[in-house]
């Protein structure tokens, strides 16, 4: 029987177990802490602290965070499987969570449609999208909306909950696909279907 050179095994003898390798990248890999940024950690809690606000993060099971000077590591002495997907999660979260407090996170949304608007009211978001009833939308703590004609514009330190805010604001209206109207993200192409053409009758 010939064997398949591109088999399974020779792939894994010939590179390795690539989550082994991405671990081990992960080892070597830092993170840099920017000057305006302060890191500290206690108790199994790391504490941000930047121009934007303050966040705060539990390390994952398995996983050992390292302070050095203006840089952090995040290593762990597991090989687990569970132990590589945490050391992964922690890095990301701990990268997020210092560009947050140092520069925050943005996403921006347009509304197209005629009659349709937008509007604050505190801090409470009234959007008006050819329903009965306007849609009042209330943000969590950590996120600022600001209205500008028709774009929104949505800030926060939390990468997640600024996408999670934008995604919850863009499904009260979709854009759809014939005339584009509803909202979308700030240079999203929305995919146009034709319209229906008019059937025509014989003489």
Known sequence: MLRNKNSGANIYLKLGNPLLNYMSRLNKKTIAIPSNVTLTQADGVLSFKGPQGE?????????????????????????HKQARINQGTMWSLIRNA???????????????????????????????????????????????????????????????????????????KRPEPYKGKGIRYEGEVVRRKAGKKAATTGS
């Open 55 to 79: 966040r705060k993060l539990n390390v994952l099971p398995y996983i050992e965070v390292a302070l050095e000077a203006q840089t952090v590591r995040v290593s762990s002495p597991h090989n």
């Open 98 to 172: 210092i560009e947050g407090v140092a520069n925050g996170f943005k996403k921006v949304l347009e509304i197209n449609g005629v009659g349709y608007r937008a509007a604050l009211e505190g801090k409470t978001l009234v959007l008006s999208l050819g329903f009965v009833n306007p849609i009042r939308f209330t943000p969590p703590e950590d996120i600022t909306l600001s209205v500008e004609k028709n774009i929104i514009r949505i800030s926060g330190i939390d990468k997640e909950s600024v996408g999670q805010t934008a995604a919850e604001i863009r499904g009260f």
